[in-house]
């Protein structure tokens, strides 16, 4: 999955980048929002030996924001386009595709406000669920408005939920108070009854976010990317602005979603840089992977060993050495045994690793200055001299995958 994630990147232009694991407390208390789930109960934070508060990262788009405002990123030609790969940690309960360390392929494109950047964003998430094989998604898409036209449309919300407050469930009572978008994609059944005829975000979108909407819809419909418009899809973030989507599976469960992201015009700013609009996307690898399994996705396998060296005697042990040496340089992945053990025990090892050729050294060969070179496959072996050995193994090795490999 990481393998298709980096040749994503490439495709796309994104390059690497790796942030602290842990970060400054304050970092994603005033990104992610004071109020939500993530801050309030899912922070791993900690006071260091200095008395600061520190944070293990919680999400990964603060972080590069944070980077990008304080190596000075906006010097760069705009957007600045990074991903990263990375271990995130949340208190939460512990179940099926929700843990409490998981990893995140996140990808952001910082610098810009073209809806075309969001196409992009979203097109790249979708290419990788494809690139994988994953069969049967959907790509759920929402506006939620900017600085100017959210809050009419958050006094709305709060108009109408407040008809239902002795009916929507305990936790919906203070995101009423605290956080009120969050209503929206409260999984609780009444909860869900109630918000179906909730006010839409979209029908409360300035001329700018109308309009940037529109585009975005366009485009996605040019690149031929088929979207459910979902009303009640927030995301539980605070810092995103106009376009929010997510990638689920049609399986049925509470934990469908694959990744998800979308635009945060503010965040930059708000973390000290200037006025800087951007768009990112994030998925989880677990999740990712579960797919993968539940739909029988073939996997390739992982690149094996090419070639085991196995030796009899402290004099052969010495050549050997060196050749697993000389191998290596040359780009031949290569094992070397080590301890004392039968040649039959070492040939059992080669086998179980699943290495093409093994390379045995005994007295007889060092004397002539030979060695055996055995097809671990087919069981054949035969004598080479050792100053062969390297540029023949390379030469299989540039051969392989054409013509299946040289006969020994
Ligand atoms: P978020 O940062 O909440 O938008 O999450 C992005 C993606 O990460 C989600 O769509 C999930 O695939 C995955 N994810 C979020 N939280 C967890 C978790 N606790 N365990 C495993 N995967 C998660």
Redesign the pocket.
Known sequence: VEQKAELLCQLYGYKRIDTPLFEEAELFARSVGEETE?VQK?MYTFEDRGGAQMTLR????APVCRAYVEHGMHTLPQPVKLYYIAP?F?Y?R?QA????????F?FEAIGESDPLLDVEVITMAWQFCEMLGIQGLSLKLNSIGCRRCRPAYVEALKGYYSRYTDAICPNCKTRLVRNPLRLLDCKEPPCRNIAESAPKSVDYLCEECRAHFGHLKSYLDLMELSFELDYHLV???DYYTRTVF??QTREEGA?N?????GRYDYLVEELGGNPTPAVGF???????ISCVRRQDIPVPPPSEPKVYIAYLGERAKREATELVTSLRKAGIPTIQAVGDRSLKAQMRQANSLGTTYGVIIGEKEVEGGTVMLRDMSRGEQREIALAELVSLLRKKEENCGKEGGIVI
């Open positions: 993530v899912q919680p999400e990964g788009t995130i949340r939460e512990p595709g929700r843990y409490r360390e998981h990893r995140q996140g995301r539980g973030l997510e990638i934990q979603a694959l990744g998800g992201g994030a998925a989880g690898l677990e999740r990712i």
